[in-house]
């Protein structure tokens, strides 16, 4: 007997980059959210592990015209132009990173993967990181790990993964109560709960009562490298036309395109 | 250089060599043949009952319980049944081994005479000390596992995954992979388990026998890569 299939979901983000002061909260929340590794000197950002990373981006114009806007980029979860073709998943020789269908989310298994960096190559955000050590806690802290998401160890990549362990503590709320309805507020990432500006939405991108579903279709939203045509789950909101040309390549004098979206 | 047709010459030469001059050694090579054959035959013997029954003893080490516990009895005892001891919290996560508060109700002192009570009352109780269990079940750190899913809406029971422990009156050994620290209940305790012919969902519970089993009762292909479950539906 086969049970009745549940409509796939599409959970991603909404970041409105007009709301968003650079305050770092996200990336704290995250941090401790996910037992993400941190090492006592954190200067060389080339080997230090951020799931979420806000960047700084300017319009490079001089003072008083200068304008800065801070951009929080998690794992982007890809789709690809066919379904599941997103940039890393193909390219991994060892299985250990996959698309869910069922939920939209680029899982990373850390006991599978074997470290050959393919997917940090292939990953057009920097969204994936390598452990070139062996976590070390200050003293006591491993006991305030999250027991919910598995620590990592040397030699393999970890990234942003929209807090799946909630997604599957509200999944046992709901199946507790028997039965799979899972309201909005049940699954929302550290990030977004973090956030005092509110300046992240999360939810089910094709679920009409969810705000990501409204919020996505505002004509100032866009995504990264949207024509690589990596058809993230990650939008971004902002009014100013320089942050939104800032999210693409353009050419010079190139004027800003309006890129064809795969999913309404 | 020699060309393919001057190798292909070269080797038919060397065979009719050997044709010719092995005429009347032919029996002896037969009789070598059989040595070969036999030594190979007791060879590959030797090392199915090393690697099928000497190496798992040695691969598994035998940890005794702190003390042991006699469910049968306790059933008797309580008002609840399993769920007494084994329940669910509000938020759907499963208690899983119980905790000291599910036993001091009966256990403030000694009732009966058995040395497994008494040192349960004086190491622990009276201690306030977790009682340290070792969990037969017990999966890797990677592995998510949802009790609430199996048994509120699969209804399943919980001998399928576990066996008969909740009707025995003693525990079992347990028996700790010495290389990965894993409960041996996961890669299983019999022969059969080898050969991969396993009779009872219990008797092993590696990720196939449960992705077997999802594949089967709930027919979700949504993994991209296996076209099975996706890995984190198991995995966290």
Redesign the interface.
């Known amino acids: 007997m086969k049970q009745e299939q549940e409509k796939p979901k599409k959970f991603g983000m909404v970041i409105d980059l007009d709301k968003c002061t650079g305050c770092g909260a996200c990336m704290v929340a995250c941090m401790a959210e996910n037992n993400v590794p941190f090492k006592e000197n954190e200067t060389n950002k080339l080997d230090s592990i951020t799931w979420m990373r806000v960047y700084k981006l300017t319009n490079n114009k001089p003072f008083p015209m200068t304008e800065v806007c801070y951009l929080p980029r998690p794992c982007q979860h890809c789709e690809g132009l066919h379904t599941g073709h997103s940039p890393c998943v193909s390219v991994c020789p060892a299985t250990a990173t996959d698309y869910d269908m069922e939920t939209g989310i680029v899982s990373q298994i850390y006991t599978r993967c074997f470290g050959c960096r393919y997917c940090m190559g292939a990953c057009p955000y920097h969204a994936r990181y390598f452990n070139w050590w062996d976590p070390v806690w200050p003293e006591g802290m491993e006991k305030m790990l999250s027991p919910n998401v598995s620590p990592r160890m040397r030699g393999v990549v970890e990234k942003c993964s929209f807090c799946f362990h909630r997604y599957q503590a509200a999944k046992d709320k709901a199946f507790y109560k028997e039965t799979r309805a899972i309201a909005e507020d049940d699954y929302q990432t550290a990030c977004t709960q973090a956030c005092p500006a509110g300046a992240i939405t999360f939810g089910d991108l094709d679920n009409k009562d969810h705000a990501v579903y409204k919020k996505k279709q505002d004509p100032n939203a866009f995504r990264l490298l949207e024509r690589l045509g990596t058809n993230t789950k990650v939008y971004y909101l902002s009014r100013k036309e320089w942050v939104r040309k800032a999210g693409d390549n353009y050419l010079p004098g190139e004027g800003l395109q309006k890129p064809r979206r795969i999913h309404e | 250089m020699s060309t393919a047709d001057d190798n292909e010459r070269e080797v038919h030469g060397q065979e009719t060599d050997a044709d010719g001059g092995g005429h009347d050694s032919g029996t002896t090579v037969r009789e070598g043949g059989g040595f070969v054959l036999l030594f190979f035959i007791i060879g590959f013997a030797a090392s199915l009952v090393v690697g099928w029954l000497i190496f798992p003893n040695l691969l598994y080490s035998q940890k005794k319980q702190p003390f042991d516990f006699n469910h049968a009895l306790h059933m008797g005892e309580v008002d609840n049944g399993c769920e007494s001891c084994h329940f669910?919290r509000?938020?759907?996560?499963y208690s899983g081994v119980p905790k000291l508060a599910q036993c001091v109700a009966c256990h403030e002192d000694v009732q009966g005479d058995t040395q497994d009570e008494t040192i349960f009352v004086e190491k622990y109780v009276s201690k306030k000390r977790e009682v340290p269990w070792r969990v037969y079940s017990r999966q890797?750190?990677?592995v998510?596992f949802?009790h609430?899913?199996h048994v509120?809406?699969a209804k399943m029971d919980c001998v399928t995954c576990h066996g008969h422990i909740g009707e025995s009156t003693s525990l079992p050994v347990y028996e700790e992979n010495r290389l990965t620290g894993y409960s041996r209940d996961i890669e299983g305790h019999h022969l059969e388990n080898l050969l991969c012919l396993k009779k009872n969902t219990a008797d092993r519970m590696k990720m196939d026998d449960c992705a077997e089993c999802h594949l089967e009762?709930?027919?979700?292909k949504?993994?991209?890569?296996?076209e099975k479950d996706?890995?984190?539906?198991c995995?966290?």
């Open positions: 669910f509000e938020d759907g996560t890797p750190d990677c998510f949802s609430a899913a509120k809406m009762k709930t027919g979700r949504t993994s991209v890569q296996t996706g890995c984190f539906v995995h966290k």
